[in-house]
């Protein structure tokens, strides 16, 4: 069995990959002021709700975008399974041609969804990470990473909007009715979910401008299944996609 652990800005997921099946999805929040120890214990509890035994993880690979959280898990790992846990970053094979200005600035997570794409995808491909942040990431038709868009996730304007503003509530990530809002609720409801969706198809098209070509769209994290419905162009929904570029990954290294 393979334990794959992919930390990021709001919260970890873990897999455990039984040979080719992904038997087991759990999250936890991500909280920078834990300790390798109190980390190791909540995994444990995890893998015990799951009927899954440490003495049954062959290995473990993690992606991170919080570097103070990832030594933390390398060592709670390492407790609990025995062994070192791989770490996606500068130096592991991965097969990713990246040709940013310096790929070693390319995040983990952009470096595992690339890798799972390209094993699953038809090339070009555009990959849309609606997480904390909103991370859209390009592969060419040669399988290399070209580079990206980052903008502010739909939460994060949504903690802005409240935050800054004395008279706009808190309200829940979902598209109202019509574009149109008639109230203050449905108008952020419209500006928030609708208005992100517009920013993935009008960047699609300006990406495939470049490009000169149709790419695949495919797209995870969170709030993906209430936005992209609401775009115009046919988007596919994988919420494992990091996992899945983990546990190949994993096996370019071993």
Do not use: W
């Amino acid at each position: 069995m393979l334990l794959v652990i992919d930390i990021g800005n709001s919260n970890i997921t873990l897999g455990v990959y039984d040979a080719d099946r992904l038997s087991v999805v759990a999250r936890i929040a991500t909280d920078t002021h834990k300790t390798k120890d109190q980390y190791a214990v909540e995994l444990l509890n995890i893998l015990r709700l799951y009927h899954v035994s440490p003495e049954d993880l062959d290995g473990c690979a993690i992606s991170s975008v919080v570097p103070v959280l990832g030594n933390a898990l390398k060592k709670a790992i390492s407790h609990i399974i025995g062994k070192p846990p791989l770490v996606v970053g500068p130096g592991v094979k991965t097969g990713l041609n990246i040709q940013i200005d310096n790929p070693a600035q390319l995040g983990a997570d952009l470096v595992v969804g690339a890798v799972a794409a390209i094993e699953q995808y038809p090339l070009p491909c555009i990959i849309f990470d609606l997480g904390t942040a909103t991370t859209i990431a390009v592969i060419d038709q040669n399988g290399n990473y070209l580079g990206g868009t980052i903008s502010a996730g739909v939460g994060i304007s949504l903690e802005a909007l409240t935050s800054r503003t004395s008279q706009l509530p808190q309200i829940s990530i979902e598209a109202p009715k019509n574009v149109i809002g008639s109230n203050t609720i449905d108008a952020m409801k419209s500006g928030l979910v609708l208005g992100c969706a517009a920013m993935l198809d009008g960047l699609t098209a300006r990406i495939e401008a470049q490009l000169g070509a149709t790419a695949s769209l495919v797209a995870t994290g969170g709030l993906c299944p209430e936005v992209i419905r609401h775009c115009q162009r046919k988007i596919i929904f994988n919420d494992h996609l990091l996992l899945q570029g983990l546990k190949i990954v994993y096996e370019k290294n071993n």
